[in-house]
T-cell receptor, first 117, second 114 residues
Framework: EAGVAQSPRYKIIEKRQSVAFWCNPI?????LYWYQQILGQGPKLLIQ????????DSQLPKDRFSAERLKGVDSTLKIQPAKLEDSAVYLC???????????????FGPGTRLTVT | DQQVKQNSPSLSVQEGRISILNCDYT??????FLWYKKYPAEGPTFLIS?????DKNEDGRFTVFLNKSAKHLSLHIVPSQPGDSAVYFC?????????????FGQGTTLQVKP
């Protein structure tokens, strides 16, 4: 079974530029998460999708971050304009729908390391 | 407000000995606790979980203990192997939420010396 795929793996941009990250979850997983992991900290949830609807985006800086999940499969996370403090690893994860099996177990992709200079 | 805390940033253990990683939490509404392992340049990998209605869960060399009264859980690795060297994250899920949102600790870097 293929895991969660993410691209690009690394990205370096200047502040005020824009950047986009892509995620393809595990086949059949209806729930998709985007996390931000700053160096020395644990992952922090930015946004959660259930199919193509947003379930939780309470910690997403909506003035500069946006995300979408068209057709309930792939997802993109965009930052525009980027700030220095956005330098972090952006992790995508997926899980089964709530209430099904071990839906609390999330499976992570390799992440995208973003450096803003 | 750090609801899940891993107070030890690092731990060094000799190969073959026991590794004990600790995690404290503040919210009594958490209903599942999970441990993830992370190697450099990779995403976190699910390791083991425990429901809040249990006090122990074992899977091979890995055992997680939950002490609800102390709001404390620990991960025991016995025997420790050099390949276990990684960052370990404790995470918790809020029971009243159906979103599946996980709250992560800061992580503990484990080094197992040959």
């Amino acid at each position: 079974e293929a895991g969660v795929a993410q691209s690009p793996r690394y990205k370096i941009i200047e502040k005020r530029q824009s950047v986009a990250f892509w995620c393809n979850p595990i086949s059949g997983h209806a729930t998709l998460y985007w996390y931000q992991q700053i160096l020395g900290q644990g992952p922090k949830l930015l946004i959660q999708f259930q199919n193509n609807g947003v379930v939780d985006d309470s910690q997403l800086p909506k003035d500069r971050f946006s995300a979408e999940r068209l057709k309930g499969v792939d997802s993109t996370l965009k930052i525009q304009p980027a700030k220095l403090e956005d330098s972090a690893v952006y992790l995508c994860a997926s899980s089964q729908s709530p209430g099904t099996g071990r839906s609390y177990e999330q499976y992570f992709g390799p992440g995208t390391r973003l450096t803003v200079t | 407000d750090q609801q899940v805390k891993q107070n030890s940033p690092s731990l060094s253990v000799q190969e073959g000995r026991i590794s004990i990683l600790n995690c404290d939490y503040t919210n009594s509404m958490f209903d599942y606790f999970l441990w993830y392992k992370k190697y450099p340049a990779e995403g976190p990998t699910f390791l083991i979980s425990i429901s809040s209605i249990k006090d122990k869960n074992e899977d091979g060399r890995f055992t997680v203990f939950l002490n609800k009264s102390a709001k404390h859980l620990s991960l025991h690795i016995v025997p420790s192997q050099p390949g276990d060297s990684a960052v370990y994250f404790c995470a918790a899920k809020h029971g009243s939420s159906n979103t599946g949102k996980l709250i992560f600790g800061q992580g503990t870097t484990l080094q197992v010396k040959p």
